[in-house]
């Protein structure tokens, strides 16, 4: 792709954005969310890609080429989800947006198993800190998600729960190691 042309496909998708915040919004992605301005960017050069990679004429086509374009857009950024489901996985806690989110993240950052030994140190006591302030069922829940990484739905399964009641417990368990932290 030349110069020329990638100039001419940012000028394509600047005359008329709209393309892209359909696709936000048929994926549902809120204009408050964090990261949507990153996703909007992502569809930018996904719809730039699209643009190259065409096999016809886009002047002749428009309406075949914006089709094309939008499922581009489309599967670029559910690739984008896709990556951070696969990397919310791995950590085990799913993410929200608030403040024990990232509480959570800390202390699952420091549970990763390529983790230096004094961060591991202060895991393991951050752990055992917080396994004697949960209640029996919570402190089953931790041992199913950190050390089998069990999802919401395995859990509920072996407590005999809903996955909403999972959910709760998820919460509680969240809050109680923040208080441990502050």
């Known amino acids: 792709m030349t110069q020329s042309d990638l100039q001419t496909a940012f000028d394509f998708i600047t005359q008329d954005d709209t393309l892209i915040y359909g696709v936000l919004k048929d994926l549902h992605v809120p204009r408050q ?18 643009y190259d990679h065409f096999p016809g004429n886009i002047e002749v086509e428009t309406h075949r080429f914006m089709v094309y374009a939008y499922q581009a857009v489309k599967w670029a950024i ?6 951070d489901n696969n990397h919310d996985r791995r950590i085990g806690f799913v993410n929200r947006a608030n403040e024990d989110d990232s509480v959570m993240d800390y202390l699952d950052q420091v549970a990763d198993p ?11 006591d951050l752990f055992e800190r917080l396994y004697q302030v ?46 441990l932290l502050i």
Do not use: H, W
């Not at 301005?37 to 992502?42: E, M, T």
């Not at 559910?78 to 990556?83: D, N, P």
């Not at 950190?146 to 399964?157: D, G, M, P, R, T």
């Open 134 to 179: 949960c209640t029996p069922r919570e402190k089953r829940f931790l041992v199913l998600r950190y050390f089998y990484n069990a999802s919401l739905k395995e859990i509920a399964a072996d407590l005999n729960i809903t996955r909403r009641t999972a959910n709760n417990i998820k919460f509680k368990v969240q809050k109680k190691f923040s208080k």
């Open 78 to 83: 559910m690739m984008t989800f896709r990556k």
């Open 114 to 124: 390529y983790c230096n030994p004094e961060e591991a140190a202060i895991c393991n």
């Open 33 to 50: 969310r964090s990261n949507f301005a990153d996703l909007y960017q992502i569809g930018v050069l996904a719809f730039v890609e699209a």
